[in-house]
C-alpha cells in the first residue's frame, strides 16, 4: 500500500467530529459527559485545537469499544506529519552505524 506523505493525517477530533459522534446520535454535550471531561474540552479537540492525550484515548477507548492505541496513533500520525515538516533538522546530523 502506498502512503500520500503530501497529504496531512486526519486530526482525531475531525474523526470524532465527523464520523464517530454523529453515528452514535448523541449530542455532544452528553458525550463529554459519558467520557468525564469538560464540554469545552471535548469542543477544543473536535475542532482540532488540542490533541488527544492518552487519558482521553483511554476514555475514547472505552466509550466506542475501541482501543486506546487507536487514538494515541491518530494523534501521533498527526504531530508527526505536522511536526516533520515545522522543525528545523538541517543542523542535526545522522548518524550511522559503525561498520
Known sequence: MTRF??????HPGEILREDVI????KPKAEVARMLGISRQH???ILSERKPVSAE???RLGK???NAP???V?????????NATRNV????IPTLHAAE
Not at 506523505?5 to 486526519?10: I, K, L
Not at 454523529?22 to 446520535?25: D, I, N, R
Not at 496513533?73 to 506529519?81: K, V
Not at 528545523?88 to 543542523?91: G, Q
Open 73 to 81: 496513533r491518530l494523534q501521533g500520525a498527526y504531530d508527526a506529519w
Open 56 to 58: 482521553v484515548a483511554v
Open 88 to 91: 528545523d533538522v538541517s543542523n
Open 22 to 25: 454523529p453515528a452514535t446520535a
Open 42 to 44: 471535548l469542543y477544543d
Open 69 to 71: 492505541l487507536f487514538w
Open 5 to 10: 506523505t503530501d497529504r496531512c493525517p486526519a
Open 63 to 65: 466509550l466506542f469499544g
